[in-house]
C-alpha cells in the first residue's frame, strides 16, 4: 500500500511547526544525504536528477553559511567560522561533481553531512558517519 501523498504533506508540515531547529536542520540534511545516495548510483543514467540532488545539497551549506555569518548568531565565532569553511569546500567540491561524472568525491560530502548529522542529534560522529533520514 502506498502512503498518502496529501496526509505525508500534512504530517511532515506539522512536524515542522513542532520541530526544534536542530532537528529540522537534521532531517534536512537527512533527506538531501539519502538523495545524493539515491542518485548518485544512476548518475550516468540520470544525471541530470543527480545535479539537482547536489544543488539542493549546496543551497543548504549557502543557507548554513549565510545563518553563520550573521552578528546575531548565538554559536561560538569558532564553530561559525568552522561552517563557513566547511560551506567553501562543499561549495568547491559541489561543482567539481556537477561539471563531470567522476566516480570519486561523493564519500566525503556525505561523510561531512553525516557528521553534521550526528553532531545535530548531539552524538559525536567517527569516520564515515551516516545521516540516517529519522
Not at 41 to 59: H, I, K, T, W
Request: proline fraction near 6%; include cysteine; charge should be positive.
Amino acid at each position: 500500500m502506498h502512503p498518502n501523498p496529501t496526509a505525508r504533506a500534512r504530517y511532515e508540515k506539522s512536524m515542522l511547526a513542532t520541530s526544534s531547529p536542530r532537528a529540522i536542520e537534521h532531517e534536512a540534511l537527512a533527506r538531501i544525504s539519502a538523495e545524493i545516495k539515491r542518485t548518485h548510483a544512476n548518475r550516468q543514467a540520470e544525471f541530470p536528477a543527480y545535479v539537482a540532488a547536489l544543488s539542493r545539497n549546496l543551497a543548504l551549506w549557502t543557507q548554513f553559511a549565510a545563518d553563520s555569518a550573521a552578528p546575531t548568531n548565538p554559536l561560538p565565532e569558532s564553530l561559525r567560522a568552522a561552517i563557513i569553511k566547511i560551506y567553501a569546500y562543499v561549495r568547491s567540491e559541489t561543482l567539481r561533481l556537477q561539471r563531470s561524472h567522476a566516480e570519486e568525491g561523493i564519500d566525503a560530502l556525505l561523510e561531512i553531512n553525516g557528521n553534521v548529522c550526528a553532531g545535530l542529534r548531539g552524538k559525536s560522529s567517527a569516520t564515515g558517519a551516516t545521516c540516517p533520514v529519522s
